[in-house]
Structure formats: C-alpha cells, structure tokens
C-alpha cells in the first residue's frame, strides 16, 4: 500500500470568532486507496479536533458529505485520493451559506424538495388488502433513475443558474417532481405543475447540464428538467389553444 | 432554556423513527409530533440497506414458514409470540409502502419480485435492485413531507430523557448549529436510535450509529437486552468495510477459499449446490452467524487468501453475467469498482466478515413499550426479540415497520390513558442537570484523554474480546478495558469551545454512548456460558437450554459494570431444536 | 469577495458577470449560448437576403457585395465555427431531454445521438447536392 | 407561484434548435462559398428567386427563418441574463420585437414574390 504525502488545504469559518473564512493546510500522509474523506478524519483524529464536517456512511449513499474539491463539487467519500495531485483544497459547497467550516446550511434545498409534493399522489386508491398496484418492470424502468437521487446537492452547487437566482427551485426538487410524475401509479402531476412549471420552477434552468455532470448517482437531473419543460410546453400549447380538451 | 412543548417525541428519523412518525400523523391530525434526529432524516443509515425486506407475499410462502425461519435462525432466543406478531404484520407493511411509492424490483407480471435471502427456505425478500433501504427510507421520507403535524427537528442531538417518578416525560437534546440545549416537553417519547456497530473498528455502520439511543435508555434505568448478539456480515470489502448484500449469494454469487473450494460445504452446510442455482437455506444461502464462523475456522486452517488488508476469501459472482449483475446488483458492483477495484463481472473479490447490526437493544415488550412508562423503543436500537441469537437477513427493514408502527399507536394509547402529572419542578430541575453536564463537558479546560485514544483502545479490546469466537478470558479482559475506559472517559477535555456546530463534542456524548454499550456487549458475553446464534464460545461450545434459554438484561450502573439479569424467552410454537442448513432435508 | 449574513452564516457572493470563467464546463455553456449571437446574425442576414429578392435582381446584387467584404467573409467564417458547435452541442444532448422507450429498454443515448448525426448529414448532403 | 409563460417561446426556442442545428451549417457554409466567389447555384437571384415563387418554397423559407429567428433571440436573453445583464423584461422585449419584425419581414417579402 503505497504513501503519499498530500497537503490538504481546507477552508475554515467560525462563525464565533472569524470575520472572514481562511484556508488552513495540513499535512496529512495518505494511503493510496483513501477517499479525501479518510483524510478529513485522520486530521480530526490525530491534527485539529476543531475541524467540523458532515459525514456518515463512507459508501456515497447517505449524500452528508458533497464538498468542493478542488473546485469540483464531489463526495468527499467518493472523491479517491489517486485521482489528485499532492495539494488538494476542500471547501464547502459553494451556493450554499457557510455555518461553520466545510457545513453549510441546506434549509433552503430541504423547503424546496418539500415544496414540490415529493410523495405519491394516488391515480386511483387501494386498500391495503388489494395488495400492491401492478406496475410492470417498463413502467418502473421510467422513473427508476430519478429515485436514485441522495439529496446530496451537489446538482446544486454545480448549476449556475441556482448560485445567481438563489429563488430557482432546482435539480434535485424537479427531478424527484418528475419522478412522481413519471410513476404510473401517481396521479398527482397537476398539482406538482404549478409549482415545478412556476418561473422560479423550471424555466430558471437554461440546460447547463453541470448538474448531470456532477451527479455522483448519475440521476441525470438536466435531462428530467429539460423533459418537465416539454411536458409543460405541450401542456400550455394544450391550454392555451386548445382549451376544449380537457387535462 | 427554550421548552419545545409536544405530545409525541421521536428521537431517530431513520426508517424506524419515520414510520413512527407517519403513524401518528395519521392516526390523528392534531396530535403533535416532534421528530427529533441527530442527521437530517435521509442521512439515517437505513439508507445504506442494499438487500431487500422479508414479508410473505407469494402463494408458496406460509406465515407458518416465515416464522420457522426467524426463530430457527435465531437459535431460537426469539419470543414467539412477538415473531408471530412481526410476520403477521409484516406484508401489509410492505404493500403500504408500496401504496406510498417505494419502487420495489418487479415481475414480468408487474407483480413484486422476491429473492431468496440466507436462512430462509423460501423466497420472500422484496427488493428495490440493491438499495432496498435507500428507497424505503426516501419512500418514508418523502411520505412525510406531506404531513404537517410532522415537525421536524433536523440536526437536534438527544441528550437525556426526563424522567420522574417511572415516568418519562420527554428530553433534552442540543440543537447542534445553534448549540443551544432545548427541553422537549412531551407525553410520550419513542426511541428509533439506530444501533451500535461503530463500537467496533471494522464495521458496515456508518458514522451515527453509535448507540445513542440505546445509551439513553440505559442511563434512565430500562435495560438492554442481549447485547452479547453482535451480528457480524459474512461478505465485507476487506478494505473499508462496506457491505456488498447478501443480495449477491440470493441472486447465486459463491463462497470459495484461497484454494477455490467452496468451503461451506465442510461446516454443515452442504452437500455443495450447483453454481448458478442457489439452494433454498443451505451453502451460501445458510444465515449469516454459520457463514462468519466458517470463514474464521478457514482462517484458523490456513485456507483464507492473505492480502493487503488481512486474510479473506472471495466471492464469485462472474457467472451472473453482466446484465443480470446491472439490473439485481448495480450497487454492489458500483461499491466493487469504486472502493476496490474490482468488478464483479470478471472479477474474484475478497471479502471477509464485518461487524453489522447489533440484535440486542433497549428491552421492549411485543407493544415496543419499555418498562419505564411513557418510553418506547423500535428499530434497531431496541429488541423486541424477532431477532434473537442472529437475526436473518432482510427482517430487520420489516422490523422497522412493524415496530415503527407498533410503538406508535401504543404511545398513542399511554398519552391517551395515563394522565401527564409531572412534577414541574422536578422536570426542570432535570433538564437543567443535562445542560449543565453538557456545559460542564465543553467547558472543561485540562484533559489527559483523548477522544480518538479511547476510542481506538475500544474497538481495539472489543475486536479482541467480542469477536466471531470468544472465550470467557477474552471476555473477561474486554469487561476490564471497557471498565477502565469509561474511568478514563471522566479526563477528556475538549479542544472545541464553540457553539456552532461543535461536532467534537457530538463525539465525545457519542464516544461516552458507545462505552456504555461496549460495556454491557463484554459483560453479558462473559456471562453467558454457552454458544448460541452469534454468541459463539470457544470454551463453552454448546448451546444450553437448561441455563440459557433466556435474555440477557443488563442494569447500567454510574460507575460499576451492569447488574445482570436474565428473562425467560416466550415460546409459542417451537420448541428448541437443531439448525439444519445441510440442504439433505426436505 | 462575499459578505457576512444574519444568523451567522457567510455568504459567497456569485460574481454576476464573470461567474463562468470558474470552469471549463461553463465557458463550454457559454461558448454554446454565444453560438445564438451568430445564429441570430446570420437569420438577420437571410432576412435581409429575402427582402432584397423580393425587391429586384439590383438589391440583391447589392446584398452580395456587401458579402463579398472581408467583414463579410469573417463574419461566414465565423458563422459557420458557430453554426457547427451550436448543432453538435444540441444533437449531444438529445437524449437527456427526449428519452425513447422502446419496448422494455430505454433506447442508449449513442443511438439517438448517431441518428441525429446521420441526418444532420444527409440533410447537409442533399443541400449541398441541391444547391452547388 | 403561477405557472410561467415561457413555453411560448420555449417552444419556438426548441424546434428552432433542431431546426438550425440541421440545417444552418450547411447554410452557413455556402453563404461563405458565395462570399468568396465560388457563388453556388443556390445563392443566385434566379434560384432564390424560383424557390421563393412557389407555395412550398415560401413556407419552408418562412419557417425555417422564423425558428432560427425566435431561437437566437429566447437564447440571447437567456445569455444577456447570464452576461449579468438584469433587465430582463427590457431585453426579452427589444429581442421578441426584433424577432417578430424579422417574422413579419419576412413575411411579407415572401408574399411579394411571385
Ligand atoms: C450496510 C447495511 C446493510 C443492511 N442491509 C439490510 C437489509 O438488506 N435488510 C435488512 O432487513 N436490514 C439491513 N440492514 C439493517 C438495517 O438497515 C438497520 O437495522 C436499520 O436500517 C436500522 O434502522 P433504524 O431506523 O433503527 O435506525 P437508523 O436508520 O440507523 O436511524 C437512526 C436515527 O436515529 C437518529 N439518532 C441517533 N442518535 C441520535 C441522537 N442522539 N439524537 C437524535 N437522533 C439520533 C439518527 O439521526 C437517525 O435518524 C443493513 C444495515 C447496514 C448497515
Ligand atoms: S440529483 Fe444527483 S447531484 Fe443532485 S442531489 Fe440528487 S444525487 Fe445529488
Ligand atoms: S446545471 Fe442548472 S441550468 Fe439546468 S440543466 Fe442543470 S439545472
Ligand atoms: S459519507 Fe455518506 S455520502 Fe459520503
């Protein structure tokens, strides 16, 4: 297992003390096989215990850890030491405000993927003794990517739009509005339109495509946009010059 | 200090605690529910279940099979009767979640599609490819979001439950950007914690699952039950630990050591299956205790492969094929490439045993009701006993379900039935000792510990003393260290004064939880002289029924090691008998 | 380069007309949405190319010599550079924003692409064919 | 929130993407062959002219124009914003206006040829 010694350049905020953020260097001998995060925790461990960041499962599934590494929003547990140089400078997600070191403060992403009826809104109810709705494996292969989503907003961080009209709802929220619309058990696509259709829905986004870019689970959130926006398009063609067919 | 005024508090948002929370939220609108979790909800590590959940669905299947199964696997220290509830209860959890948009794997039929899981004779794990627990834990989440009762405190740290007089009446917990310490008045309290599995250095477990909630309890007096049952995973990335799911033996992924023999079959698990066509409960499809047991006894005979990361043996799954590896397994393979790189498709992975779920937990009768009134517990963190000595595989996100649910209408019931008259005064008093424990903590200038130091000499004595095979001595040792930690613990000091976000501090009230837990793993295994489940002693290596056939309890005490206590286990329909993974009966 | 915010959050401030010199991937997004100045420029001209058939062989003489200029020839040159990044960079990401089922599978994105290519060139064939 | 009118122009943005995107390079390429002398066939007087004088010629033309038109000026606000220009409403309207008189030119010169 072969060594490397790597500085890591991380910017620190306290919002107690600092006026400004600063970036800190520490030396840190890696492994090889280490991801930034391994890094991250060998500095709490044995350099500053003062450092503070979001972490959790190590296996890019729980979606804490999206940092800026070198400039790049990634997964820090995801983000392999190998595929770096000897210098590699962590800070949080840009867009986002900073409360403190790499974290920074995501209620507004959270009021927005709760703002655009993340759930299943039934075409038809079923009593639990009916047992579950058929969905054949075509139907569930529709909006399957779009479950993959971890809420990890780093799509967030990548897309300009969002980091200059902070109003912008988002990758992640309109993917998920999309999931549910795509699912052939859900009958709620009306009422996520008048959201996710709304001028800060998805007509901020003018197809960057960085998001799908940055994508550590590949849900392709550009792509469901750009589809949200030909839905809507043919549903205002349909309203508008055509208001004797119904919805 | 802020009072935060509510009926229900649940401490926990993983799949446990949401279900919980759904629950009451629709049971009754007005009822207010305080959902209090140390991560945001989707970061719970529910998310990180690959396999699938187990409920019968299938014409072929039985309640009568599944129960079989579950207790049979758990060597049978389950209660019956609390099984018998579990898997009565468990399809229609399913389908719920179904109903609720969980993009369960399908049929060509488009009926749900179910896998065979180890220790089962039948297929009845439903699945969502291999991230069953991501999709039913954002199934949950979002599910929630359309329920305004629901009020959510994301980033909130439970602290103490307050408790007076038998009674709980809700709890302290630090509100972890602001550093503030809040006072959560509430009727009932439901424990959904998580379990323990950072107690030790090698694990699947992410980083929250430090037994908080289990610790909680423990400290307001309600005993763990069977914590000497730490389930290890028989197939882990011999380099970080991560899981690749049983999933991969279901769909016919095979076991074979340095030598290519599929070594299974030497630990009474055969006579060896065609590869490609797993059989049903026998070879890699026996449960997980016998699997990491027969790896270390391949160890032990010089049969493992030894490699950078210690000795493994591999995992065969090539002759799946590429499509089917996509379409069952793309996280297992995406896991494999990216932290290994290795890919399934061409290539042998080493794999050896993991630490990986934790079947003991805070004491809880069939109702998920503690004996301290007004407190329940469900999901990992507690133990209901379905799991008994080895829990099987995909019975554990059920659980979460059932009992998730369970707890929640039995808190419904107590704020229903048992008047809240809490002595104000007492209560508060109460609370202010948690904050000024916590401020006591921070504040403290001069320490000769460290949190990491004490942390390492942990898992370091646990992996020594309380690992796949132990021995009383071991044991013994491991209760010494533990006790002589927990001393230690009293000289930390912290390096962090700050208020935002003080994340070192959130390590040490872990670290603390963690110690609490560890302890009482060391003590209830050195008690229990017999070999059982997961519990496996190299000096008493049979299972006794006359002395054992019963739960462990352990007492916290401040100072000392826990006052033990045993329970006898509920037996309905099946009285003990033998394991037979041998595949040779029908 | 930012400004300190209530709740003690700090803000990064996202510079409102240098934000895509950041990175490559947003001078590529740029370079693509420029492409319109061009494309725009160009129909202009074609409008202007119309009205002048419409008002005479003399007009139209006259338009030509207008594109006979150096400006005109750069301004072709640079026309087409433009024309061309603006087609591969749409025909690219067709499939992200028109995902085609076919049976059970989702058709692969190299599909769609290459179709889009193929006729992209024969279109491009037969104008030449037509028009040289 | 209220649904966005965007899609009107959305619509004409995207089919003029297509549209452009096939066919503009190879416009482009023969308005340079002309620029330089090498004046292929289509690009005279004549021809133009033929074309224009029939129902589907005019409609292709019109069409084709048109698209490119409404694409170029919905994308040019769309990078006018990004430019960090944030007169949005001011810029949308000058380049629908121009992309409507240029509908509307063409139109009509379109119609004149006979
Ligand atoms: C890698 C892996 C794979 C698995 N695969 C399967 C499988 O295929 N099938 C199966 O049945 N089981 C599986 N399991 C087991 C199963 O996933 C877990 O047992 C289950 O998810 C636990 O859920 P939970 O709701 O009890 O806790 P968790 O999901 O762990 O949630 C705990 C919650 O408690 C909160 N919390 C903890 N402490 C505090 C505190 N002090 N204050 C406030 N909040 C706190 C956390 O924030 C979190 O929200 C797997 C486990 C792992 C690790
Ligand atoms: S769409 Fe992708 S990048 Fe965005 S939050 Fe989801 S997983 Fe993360
Ligand atoms: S980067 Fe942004 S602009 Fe659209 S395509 Fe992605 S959301
Ligand atoms: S730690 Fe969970 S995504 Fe990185």
Not at chain 2, 151 to 161: G, I, N, T
Not at chain 2, 225 to 246: A, V
Not at chain 2, 290 to 309: D, P
Not at chain 2, 353 to 358: D, G, K, L, N, Q
Request: hydrophobic share 40%; proline share 4%; glycine share 8%.
């Amino acid at each position: 297992m072969s060594e490397r010694q790597i500085q890591i350049e991380v910017l620190r905020y306290n919002p107690e003390t600092d006026i400004e953020p600063t970036i800190q260097a520490y030396t840190v001998s890696c492994l090889n096989e280490w991801v930034v995060l391994d890094a991250l925790n060998y500095i709490k461990d044995n350099l500053d215990a003062t450092l503070s960041y979001r972490w959790s499962c190590h296996m890019a599934v729980c979606g804490s850890c999206g940092m800026m590494i070198n400039g790049e929003p990634k997964l820090a547990c995801k983000a392999f030491i190998h595929e770096y140089s000897d210098r590699i400078r962590v800070e949080p997600l840009v867009h986002f405000p900073i409360k403190r070191d790499l974290i920074t403060d995501i209620e507004d992403f959270i009021a927005k993927f709760a703002s655009v009826k993340p759930y299943l809104i039934p075409k038809e109810k079923r009593p639990i003794s009916d047992g579950e709705y058929q969905q054949k494996p075509e139907d569930l292969l529709k909006f399957k990517q779009y479950t993959l989503c971890i809420n990890c907003m780093l799509c967030y961080s990548a897309c300009p739009k969002y980091g200059l009209v902070p109003e912008f709802i988002g990758p992640a929220a309109i993917s998920i509005a999309h999931r549910y619309n795509q699912d052939s058990r859900d009958g709620g696509r009306h009422h996520r339109q008048e959201i996710i259709a709304s001028s800060e829905g998805v007509w901020e986004c003018s197809f960057v495509g960085a998001c799908s870019e940055v994508c550590p689970k590949h849900v392709d959130p550009a792509g469901a946009l750009q589809q949200v926006k030909l839905a809507s398009t043919i549903d205002w063609y349909r309203e508008h010059l055509m208001p004797w067919v119904k919805k | 200090m802020d009072i935060i005024q509510t009926d229900i508090a649940i401490i926990g948002a993983g799949g446990a605690g949401l279900r919980a929370a759904i629950t009451l939220a629709e049971a009754n609108q007005k009822l207010r529910i305080a959902l209090i979790s140390k991560v945001y909800p989707m970061r719970s590590h529910t998310c990180a279940a690959e396999g699938g959940a187990a409920g019968v669905s299938k014409s072929d299947d039985s309640l009568d099979c599944h129960f079989e199964d579950t207790v049979g696997g758990g060597d049978w220290l389950c209660d019956q009767d609390a099984v018998e509830y579990f898997i009565k209860e468990a399809p229609r959890e399913l389908i719920q979640l179904e109903h609720w948009g969980c993009p369960w794997s399908r049929e060509q039929d488009g009926s749900v599609a179910v896998r065979p899981f180890g220790g089962m004779k039948i297929k009845r794990t439903w699945f969502a490819a291999d991230k069953s627990g991501f999709h039913i834990l954002h199934t949950l989440f979002q599910t929630s979001l359309k329920y305004p009762s629901i009020q959510r405190f994301d980033e909130y740290y439970a602290l103490d439950l307050i408790e007076d007089d038998g009674r709980c009446y809700g709890l302290t917990a630090l509100e972890i950007c602001s550093g503030q310490i809040k006072h959560f008045e509430a009727g009932a309290v439901i424990i959904a914690a998580g379990g323990a599995g950072r107690m030790f250095q090698f694990t699947t477990n992410g980083a929250i699952k430090t037994g908080d909630g289990m610790s909680l309890a423990y400290r307001a007096g309600v005993p763990l039950k069977d914590m000497e049952f730490i389930q290890y995973h028989p197939t882990g990335l011999p380099n970080t630990g991560i899981l690749l799911t049983e999933g991969c033996r279901g769909e016919g992924g095979i076991l074979i050591n340095k030598d290519g023999r599929r070594y299974l079959q030497d630990y009474g698990m055969g006579p060896e299956t065609p590869v490609g066509k797993p059989a049903l409960k026998t070879m890699e499809l026996g449960p997980r205790d016998r699997l990491s047991q027969a790896f270390w006894h391949e160890q032990q005979k010089g049969n493992t492969l030894s490699t950078q990361w210690g000795d493994c043996v591999l995992l065969d799954m090539r002759h799946l094929g590429e499509k089917k590896i996509n379409e069952r397994l793309p996280f297992v393979r995406d896991l494999s490439i990216s932290y290994l790189g290795m890919d399934p498709v061409k290539d042998l992975i080493p794999i050896r045993p993991v630490v990986h779920y934790c079947m003991g937990g805070i004491h809880t009768d069939i109702n998920a009701a503690t004996p301290l009134l007004g407190l329940f517990a469900a999901g990992e963190c507690a133990c209901v006993s379905i799991n008994g000595a080895n829990r099987l595989g995909s019975n554990s996100l059920t659980e979460l379900l059932v009992f998730g649910r369970r707890a929640a209408m039995s808190a419904i019931a107590c704020i229903q039935s048992i008047p809240r008259l809490g002595n104000k005064a007492a209560l508060t008093a109460k609370a202010e000792d948690s904050q000024s424990r916590i401020l006591a903590l921070v504040h403290k200038s001069r320490g000769s510990e460290t949190i990491s130091g004490i942390r390492k000499e942990m898992m370091q004595t646990l992996e020594e003393g309380a690992g796949i095979y132990r021995t009383g001595e071991s044991l013994s040792k491991t209760c010494e260290k533990i006790a002589e930690l927990r001393h230690r613990y009293t000289s930390i000091a912290l390096n962090d004064k700050t208020k935002v976000f003080n994340t070192e501090l959130l390590q040490a009230l872990e670290l603390s939880s963690m110690l609490n837990c560890a302890e009482a793993v060391a003590v209830c295994g050195r008690d229990r002289k017999e070999s059982r489940g997961a519990h496996q002693r190299l000096d008493f290596t049979a299972r006794d029924d006359t002395n054992f056939l019963k739960h462990t309890l352990a007492y916290y005490h401040p100072k000392d090691p826990p006052r033990i206590e045993y329970l006898d286990v509920v037996i309905t329909k099946s009285r003990p008998g033998v394991r037979d993974y041998s595949g040779v009966r029908k | 380069m930012g400004k300190k915010m209530n709740k003690n959050s700090y803000i990064r401030e996202v510079p409102r007309a240098s934000w895509f010199l950041k990175q490559p991937r947003y001078i590529r997004y740029m370079a693509r949405e420029v492409t319109s100045l061009f494309i725009g420029a160009y129909t202009l001209m074609l409008v202007i190319a119309i009205k002048r058939v419409a008002e005479g062989p003399d007009a139209f003489q006259n338009f030509l010599e207008i594109l006979y200029s150096p400006l005109g020839i750069l301004f072709n040159i640079s026309t087409l550079l433009a024309a061309l990044y603006h087609s591969t960079s749409w025909f690219n990401v067709t499939p992200q924003a028109m995902p085609i089922q076919w049976g059970e599978e989702f058709v692969s994105g190299r599909i769609i692409v290459g179709a889009h290519y193929i006729i992209w060139i024969a279109i491009s064939i037969l104008i030449l064919v037509f028009g040289v | 929130m209220s649904k966005s009118n965007k899609p009107i122009v959305w619509g004409l943005f995207a089919a003029g993407g297509m549209a452009t995107a096939l066919v503009t390079p190879v416009l482009t390429f023969l308005t340079l062959l002309t620029a330089l002398h090498f004046t292929p066939s289509l690009f005279t007087y004549e021809c133009l002219h033929t074309m224009a004088s029939y129902w589907i010629g005019k409609l292709i033309i019109f069409v084709f124009v048109t698209l490119s038109l409404w694409h170029s000026a919905h994308r040019m606000r769309i990078t006018a914003h990004d430019f960090g220009i944030r007169s949005d409403l001011l810029i949308a309207i000058i380049l629908y206006c121009v992309a409507a008189i240029g509908t509307i030119l063409t139109g009509f010169s379109l119609l004149s040829i006979h």
